[in-house]
């Protein structure tokens, strides 16, 4: 008798642990001190990532950390008195100050800028960064605030000359490391070798002296180099450009706030004409909007 009546007071707290479990599985969460749902993850997207809030990170530091190469006229490079200048530059400063903040430039190879940027190193990036698809699996990109194409240089005494940067069959090509243009000698093919080059002096460098028999690069940093370089008359672009692309300023996915600030500041730059008068400066030629 004992037995069951223990039998009957087990299977009674049981049934009562159960309904409580149900309940709780099953209603609402209803208080009066609910915790509201945090911006990241009002922001969250599908795969699970979150908004940074860069832009707060930003302000709150009172500066905007620049990825940049400084080794590519006239985007970004070192001029006589060894201070960073050119497009790049300009717009970065334009950006910070219509962000109210400071801009501090960091200048590193172009093939590690990219995993710098998705590393927190940087908060953005200005280094001359064509817009393609494959970049835009890692990085968000903003308002175009430039347009280039990719264009082969020569060497005038040169004995395998291309045609133009379609031409490659059999040729040893230049390009600098991770940029756009080496991507473009890949699609096209048929070359001999590939030579990869930090930056722009040292690629030219090898084409003026015949390491290579054409440098594949954008259109207006090979029309900056040899307008200005000493060994600039020794070379000329061969052909017309491969394609005309946007340049815009990557920054990490899901950063909508501060890629909708510098849109902002890019669209009423294109609008006041600053867009069209930096454009001339540094590269003799007007963009279409």
Not at 22 to 40: F, H, K, L, M, V
Not at 143 to 165: F, H, L, M, Q, T
Request: glycine share 12%; hydrophobic share 35%.
């Amino acid at each position: 008798m004992k037995r069951l009546t223990s039998l009957f007071s087990l299977t009674f707290v049981l049934l009562l642990l159960l309904a409580g479990c149900s309940q709780n599985s099953s209603a609402p969460a209803s208080s009066g001190t609910e915790t509201q749902t945090s911006s990241a993850e009002q922001n969250s997207s599908k795969d699970g990532s979150t908004d940074e809030n860069t832009l707060d990170k930003i302000k709150k530091a009172g500066k905007i950390v620049i990825g940049t190469g400084g080794n590519y006229r006239p985007f970004n490079y070192m001029n006589e008195k060894n201070e960073l200048v050119g497009f790049d530059i300009e717009w970065g400063k334009i950006i910070a100050e219509g962000l109210g903040v400071k801009p501090e430039f960091v200048t590193g190879q172009f093939s590690g800028l990219t995993p710098g940027l998705l590393a927190g190193k940087f908060d953005i990036l200005l280094a001359g960064v064509n817009v393609t698809d494959e970049r835009k699996k890692s990085v968000d990109f903003t308002e175009p605030y430039g347009r280039d194409g990719v264009v082969a240089v020569i060497n005038k005494e040169g004995s395998n000359n291309p045609a133009d940067i379609n031409d490659l069959e059999g040729k040893v090509v230049g390009v600098i490391g991770g940029a756009t243009a080496q991507a473009v000698v890949k699609s096209i093919g048929g070359y001999k070798e590939i030579k990869e080059y930090p930056g722009e002096t040292e690629v030219f460098k090898d084409l003026v002296n015949k390491r290579v028999d054409l440098v594949s690069i954008g259109r207006d940093a090979a029309g900056d180099y040899l307008k200005n370089s000493p060994d600039g008359s020794k070379l000329e672009i061969a052909g017309d450009p491969y394609t005309i692309v946007d340049v815009a300023i990557p920054l990490r996915k899901n950063n909508a706030s501060l890629k909708e600030a510098i849109d902002k500041i890019i669209l009423e730059k294109k609008q006041d004409g600053t867009y069209q008068k930096l454009a001339q400066e540094h590269f003799g030629l007007q963009f279409d909007k």
